[in-house]
């Protein structure tokens, strides 16, 4: 989609159009993915966040001031019930104490297992500027944190990436 046909679909949503918001939803419906499942790590729970986010937006479409923000303020709600879900989990089930068996695919298994090598704190800033392409000063804005920051965390996590790779697969 073109940045126009997005900002259309964007009004459009605005107006509470169930079509041009499904348009959209579907269209982010991958770095909405990228996004919940580097900080949940499990597929169910990814599509809870997402679902949680959709609501969400289709409930709050009508408070977006700035269309050509959108996305911005999607992954933000995206990421806030990310980090709900992981709280409430928290509550429940310590995370050693249970795990889920997961559907193994055979897409990025090696890079999906060194990026889950890193903390939090470094593994959602590489996803969004590597993986979505989002700017080091949207993500400081997405994360409440300064640039400085965000370029710090970037740059430790390629290191600890690359140690990650060199100690063969082994957490630094």
Known sequence: MLEKEIQTYIQRAKEHDPDAFT???????????????????????????????????????????????????????LIRKCYDIRKQQANRVSFEDWQEE?????YNVELKEALAALEDKYRLPMILFYGQGYRIREIAGILHIPV???????????????AYYENGGIRP
């Open 23 to 77: 348009d959209l939803m579907q269209f982010y419906m991958k770095d909405m993915y990228r996004t919940a499942i580097a900080i949940l790590m499990n597929d169910a729970d990814s599509a809870d966040a997402i679902q949680d986010t959709i609501l969400a937006c289709w409930e709050k479409m009508d408070t977006i001031r700035e269309p050509r923000y959108f996305k911005t303020w999607l992954t933000k709600i």
């Open 102 to 106: 997961s559907a193994c695919d055979s």
């Open 148 to 162: 400085s920051t965000v370029q710090t965390r970037l740059a430790r996590g390629r290191k600890k990436l690359a």
